[in-house]
């Protein structure tokens, strides 16, 4: 899963532009994503410049 870290996004759009699976809303001044449609593919945290969305793994 991903998590934002709030109040940090600068709104570049590059996690949208890299999602496969279109699950990232990025409108006026607020970031989500939906979590029902990603896939856990981590390219929006990897593309990501100033480090706002985390991947967190579940301890299994």
């Known amino acids: 899963m991903i998590v934002i870290t709030p109040n940090k996004c600068d709104f570049c759009g590059a996690c949208v532009a890299v999602c496969p699976v279109?699950?990232?809303?990025?409108k006026e001044a607020d970031i989500s994503i939906r979590h029902d449609?990603?896939?856990d593919c981590d390219l929006c945290a990897n593309i990501c410049p100033i480090e706002v969305l985390e991947p967190i793994y579940d301890e299994k």
């Open 37 to 39: 449609v990603c896939i």
């Open 22 to 26: 279109d699950c990232i809303d990025l």
